[in-house]
């Protein structure tokens, strides 16, 4: 799984948008079939303006056909079913640091 970090250096949302797109691209292009995006959930924890507006283009293009799915951080567990359809053809991503922490800070992209 590639990650990515759209959180560094404290980007503005449409920087960190773009940011985004390219990487979604990229790991495209080079075969990967799911992508890490760190974009935090804010500084004080109630919300981050990166986060909202990553989550609404992850809806839309999911919407458009440009990716396959997502999965919200606070989902990415043994317990989700999408997590675990995921986990069965990928096993290895079992040791994933995050999975099953109910991170709201990250989100796993499904290309």
Do not use: C
């Amino acid at each position: 799984m590639r990650i990515v970090n759209l959180k560094g250096g404290m980007p503005l949302v449409h920087q960190a948008l773009i940011q985004m797109e390219r990487e979604l691209a990229v790991a495209r292009a080079k075969g990967n079939g799911l992508v890490k995006l760190i974009h935090g959930y804010g500084s004080t924890g109630t919300g981050g303006e990166i986060r909202i507006a990553v989550q609404k283009r992850l809806i839309e293009m999911r919407d458009q056909g440009q990716i396959r799915g997502y999965i919200f951080g606070e989902n990415w567990a043994k317990s989700d079913e999408q997590t675990w359809k995921i986990l069965g053809s990928h096993p290895e991503l079992k040791q994933d640091h995050d999975l099953g922490r109910g991170n709201r800070g990250i989100t796993v992209v499904v290309l």
